[in-house]
């Protein structure tokens, strides 16, 4: 099957400093990419839908100007969360879409101090 | 309303027994897809089956398979002969949308899934 990855998976910041996860599909492009986010012992919250070369399209409730979503290639999409707080900690997952699969990358999990 | 339901949180088997774990859904579109994924401790999503709106018949991968009642929208997962190794979080999922352009992907609440030695 399609592989995605996620850099890094693992991270601890600071509060209020700012940090970027990478998701990319190493063999396939993919014009669509989901930013997820998981709590301890819950499911996957759909964040963004990101798609190249546009805009991202925000979940309602998920603040867009914190959680800056950049797709600029067919294989890469990031997400950069801004002034980072404790309650930010968290488990986020992408995934990308190849015709009617989503393909997952294994995960990051941010822990903000 | 939920578009997927999971109302088992856990679940115990004991190992080599079968376990079947619920899924229900709602959507009103007639073409949409049904998937299950684990989740063990280290996080990531893995993809254990799939189900079409038009299969007819259900999906079967290895000791995996989907007992799928469209009428009752239940998309139930059966795992025969349980391992070990089968013990972590279940996950069923929905895929709505257009096939090729879909945008809308849901979770259910998960199921976590003991298997007793």
């Known amino acids: 099957g399609a592989v995605v990855s996620q850099h890094p998976s693992r991270v601890i910041c600071k509060s209020g400093t700012s940090v970027k996860i990478e998701c990319r599909s190493l063999d396939f492009q993919a014009t669509t990419m989901f930013w997820y986010r998981q709590f301890p012992k819950q499911s996957l919250m759909l964040m963004a839908t990101s798609n190249e070369g546009s805009k991202a399209t925000y979940e309602q409730g998920v603040e867009k100007d914190k959680f800056l979503i950049n797709h600029a290639s067919l294989t890469l999409s990031t997400l950069t969360v801004t002034s980072a707080h404790p309650e930010d900690s968290s488990f986020y997952i992408c995934s990308a879409r190849q015709e009617y699969e989503q393909y997952f990358g294994p995960g990051t999990r941010l822990t903000v101090t | 309303a939920q578009k997927i339901t999971q109302t088992q949180p856990g679940m115990f088997v004991q190992e080599k027994e079968a376990v079947t774990l619920d899924c229900t859904y709602d959507t009103s579109d007639q073409s949409y897809g049904l998937f299950w994924y684990k989740q063990p401790s280290s996080g990531e999503m893995i993809f254990l089956i799939y189900q079409g709106s038009y299969d007819e018949q259900n999906a079967t991968e290895g000791r995996y398979s989907l007992n799928f009642q469209k009428a009752r929208k239940s998309a139930n997962l059966v795992i025969s002969a349980s391992q070990l190794g089968d013990s972590a979080m279940y996950f069923c999922?929905?895929?709505?949308?257009?096939?090729?352009?879909?945008?809308?992907?849901?979770f259910g609440s998960g199921t976590k899934l003991n298997v007793k030695p």
């Open positions: 999922a929905m895929r709505e949308g257009v096939l090729y352009n879909f945008n809308k992907f849901y």
